[in-house]
Nanobody, 118 residues
Framework: QVQLVESGGGLVQPGGSLRLSCVAS????????VGWYRQAPGKQRELVAE???????DYVASVKGRFTISRDNTKNTVTLEMNSLKPEDTAVYYC????????????WGQGTQVTVSS
């Protein structure tokens, strides 16, 4: 059974940092592209950052220079380091794993809440 489990969300003040983790099980992790998405109330879910199976990364413009995505295939884990957080980063963050070749195979985690507020 495939599972993606996110952790690390919480409440942080503007300018602060958080680290989100996504741990995968039940899959050949190294064959999957993994992305972090977020969804704020009343807004569509958006892709924030992605790391390919080969290790290349991409970010939405609004988080470039503040967020860093990385993966450790030995631990089946993808991490999102979030620095200089802003109130507009407040959202539920979801981990998504999509097979790098067979794109119909994709999975979602349950989400973790990130709230940036003073």
């Amino acid at each position: 059974q495939v599972q993606l489990v996110e952790s690390g969300g919480g409440l942080v003040q503007p300018g602060g940092s958080l680290r989100l983790s996504c741990v995968a099980s039940g899959m050949l992790f190294r064959a999957y592209n993994v992305g972090w998405y977020r969804q704020a109330p009343g807004k569509q879910r958006e892709l924030v950052a992605e790391v390919s199976s080969g290790g290349s990364t991409d970010y939405v413009a609004s988080v470039k220079g503040r967020f860093t995505i990385s993966r450790d295939n030995t631990k089946n884990t993808v991490t999102l380091e979030m620095n200089s957080l802003k109130p507009e980063d407040t959202a539920v963050y979801y981990c998504n794993a999509r097979h790098s070749v067979l794109s119909d195979y994709y999975y979602w985690g349950q989400g973790t809440q990130v709230t940036v507020s003073s």
